[in-house]
């Protein structure tokens, strides 16, 4: 088999472990805060401190990894998630659970998809999988890895009828360190060092550059919309709508397994519509559907609007990671990946942990915001992307084999 192949199956048996792990963690670490005494506020500040300590991670291991090697700073990043489930095992203590929320990314913007808790692997294996996948194929291999790592976090979510949290943690620490072991045979291609020709190297940065500012604009808004609502929507539907644990899990679970099946269609769509104006179009009706879920009241109708809203807002993220990817060089992928998450999880960062106090005062509130800002994100995707050819719509669709 082809070495590529290889290491594309090594990096997906390490995301789909990673996101069974994160699948039940999502649906029970704000529960398991609330069990053991915390108030809604110090949750906010647990989510908050993963928010503001995963992405400044994120971008020094992104950067780390295009100078110094992508390998080391994979397993490195790895490592982080079975540390951080460790010390849930072994103390409750706040200051602790703070380190293992910043560590192990607990409560940070974007659930299940993309493998969801510890997210700062994630812009080293998105710059990985570039390298291993063709131009052609690459909206096709990200939508599997997202479609196989939102299904096994569907899955995970399931795991959370065990009512047991030690058990579940144990389990956890297991998979997060298979998730590490398969990924050490893993082969990564030497760092691109600098050409001689100083022109063309200065025109390749200016426009790295260029196109890393524009995805960091719209990486802000997209962390401070989600960072608004994600992190609560478990505890959200047990104090408002009074669901136990199994409840949220199969919620969970269904939102996981439809998101993940419409991932099937994302490179039909993306040839069909393009990169940005699918990106526009399905955001678009996932903002829509958030604006209306505090003023359903139903539990059953919230339910299916929790379904609806999270998978038109991830339908298009594979299409999104392999615009990024290329536009941008080779050298500079990573980086460009890292700077994204870290725009994206900073300012969720505050919105996260300001979310926990506007909970408080209404459940509209966080949901309306966060609305708003989505609008503003899509403004964004219009005026940076709409004129790039590579982000329009191919003259015909066609799909293309796993084996071309």
């Known amino acids: 088999m082809d070495r590529n192949k290889i290491d594309i199956i090594l990096l997906l048996i390490s995301r789909i472990t990673r996101s069974i792990t994160a699948g039940f963690l999502a649906v029970v670490i704000g529960l398991y805060f609330l069990q053991i005494g915390l108030s809604l506020l110090q949750i906010g500040v647990l989510f908050g401190v993963s928010a503001f300590a995963s992405p400044l991670i994120a971008f020094i291991f992104s950067i780390f990894a295009d100078i110094q090697g992508r390998k080391i700073a994979l397993l490195i990043t790895l490592s982080f998630l079975p540390i951080s489930i460790l010390i849930l095992l072994l103390t409750n203590n706040f200051y602790f659970l703070a380190l293992a929320s910043a560590l192990g990314g607990f409560g940070i913007a974007g659930g299940l998809v993309g493998g969801g808790i510890g997210a700062t692997v994630a812009p080293i294996q998105t710059a990985i999988l570039a390298e291993k996948a063709s131009q052609e194929n690459r909206t096709k291999i990200y939508s599997i890895f997202t479609l196989a790592s939102t299904y096994a976090g569907a899955g995970g979510a399931l795991l959370s009828y065990i009512k047991n949290y030690d058990e579940l943690f144990v389990l956890g620490l297991v998979l997060?360190?298979?998730?590490?072991?398969?990924?050490?045979?893993?082969?990564?291609?030497?760092?691109?060092?600098?050409?001689?020709?100083?022109?063309?190297?200065k025109e390749e940065k200016n426009k790295d550059l260029n196109v890393i500012k524009k995805f960091t604009y719209t990486g802000i808004f997209n962390g401070i919309a989600q960072g608004l609502i994600t992190p609560f929507i478990p505890v959200i539907f047990e104090k408002f709508y009074s669901l136990t644990q199994p409840e949220i899990g199969l919620i969970v679970f269904f939102g996981g397994i439809v998101s993940a099946t419409v991932m099937f269609l994302t490179p039909y769509f993306t040839e069909l519509l393009?990169?940005?104006?699918?990106?526009?179009?399905?955001?678009?009706?996932?903002?829509?559907?958030?604006?209306?879920?505090?003023?359903?009241?139903?539990?059953?109708?919230?339910?299916?609007?929790?379904?609806?809203?999270?998978?038109?807002?991830?339908?298009?993220?594979?299409?999104?990671?392999?615009?990024?990817?290329?536009?941008?060089?080779?050298?500079?992928?990573?980086?460009?990946?890292?700077?994204?998450?870290?725009?994206?999880?900073?300012?969720?960062a505050v919105s996260t942990t300001l979310s926990g106090f506007l909970l408080t005062l209404a459940l509209s509130i966080p949901f309306i915001s966060s609305f708003i800002v989505n609008i503003v994100n899509l403004f964004l995707y219009y005026k940076f992307f709409w004129d790039i050819p590579e982000a329009q719509a191919k003259k015909k669709v066609k799909y293309v084999s796993m084996n071309d």
């Open 176 to 201: 997060s360190l298979i998730s590490f072991i398969v990924s050490v045979p893993i082969r990564v291609s030497p760092i691109i060092r600098r050409e001689k020709d100083e022109e063309k190297n």
């Open 274 to 348: 393009g990169f940005v104006k699918f990106i526009i179009i399905t955001r678009g009706i996932s903002s829509v559907l958030v604006l209306i879920f505090p003023f359903l009241h139903i539990s059953l109708l919230a339910e299916i609007d929790y379904v609806l809203f999270t998978t038109f807002r991830v339908f298009a993220l594979p299409s999104q990671q392999a615009l990024m990817m290329n536009l941008v060089s080779e050298r500079r992928r990573a980086t460009a990946s890292g700077i994204n998450q870290t725009a994206r999880l900073l300012p969720s």
